[in-house]
Structures are given as C-alpha cells and as structure tokens.
C-alpha cells in the first residue's frame, strides 16, 4: 500500500522561512518525480514544484521561484520542500504527489498516481 505523508506545516510571519517533508512507502521511490501542489480556499489546486527521479532536474512555478527549492532523499524515501521568503499569500494546504508514469517533469495533477493528505501552511502578515 502506497503511502505519502507529508509533515513541516505551521504558523508563520511573512518572511520567514519553513521546511516540509514527504515520507514516501509502498513502492520503489527512485522510479517516481515527486511533486508538491497546494490548495488555498476557494481555489484548485495548483502546481507549486516537481523534481525527478534522481533529484539532478527541477521545475517550479513562476510564483515561488527562487524562494522554494525542492529536493529529495532517496536513501531516505523522503521528498522536501524548503520554503524561504514566505508571504500571506502561500497559505494554504500543502500536498506532495509521486508520479510513476511521466517521462519528464509534469506540472499536471491528472499525472500523480498517488497523495498525501495535505499539510496546512498559514502565513501571517
């Protein structure tokens, strides 16, 4: 059984930095990209960022370039998401997703095969 369980959310101040984890079990985790979306209220879901297999290649959304970096562990079976700069606008539940059937870096929800259950990720101003 596949599971993804992320972890790191909280209350923060606008400009302050946070660190989410993405504890991945079930399946060989080298063969997956990992991506992280969220989800504010009253909006979709949205790409945040998505890193491949080996961690050698990166994609992120405009809105958090240069202040989100993602990265991954495979001997640790763990995607992160290290989030600098924070502003009240990146509030929302945060979710990690493993795509096992892409061949490249998609920014797309209908790519993941699997989900966590979100984090939620408040930014005070």
């Known amino acids: 059984q596949v599971q993804l369980v992320e972890s790191g959310g909280g209350l923060v101040q606008a400009g302050d930095s946070l660190s989410l984890s993405c504890a991945f079990s079930g399946r060989p985790f080298v063969t997956a990209a990992m991506g992280w979306f969220r989800q504010a209220p009253g909006k979709e879901r949205e790409f945040i960022a998505v890193i491949n297999w080996s961690g050698s290649s990166t994609r992120y959304a405009d809105s958090v370039k240069g202040r989100f970096t993602i990265s991954r562990d495979n001997t640790k079976n763990t995607a992160y998401l290290q989030m600098n700069s924070l502003k009240p606008e990146d509030t929302a539940v945060y979710y990690c997703?493993?795509?096992?059937?892409?061949?490249?870096?998609?920014?797309?929800?209908?790519?993941?095969?699997?989900w966590g259950q979100g984090t939620q990720v408040t930014v005070s101003s």
């Open positions: 997703a493993a795509d096992f059937r892409t061949i490249g870096l998609s920014t797309s929800i209908t790519s993941y095969d699997y």
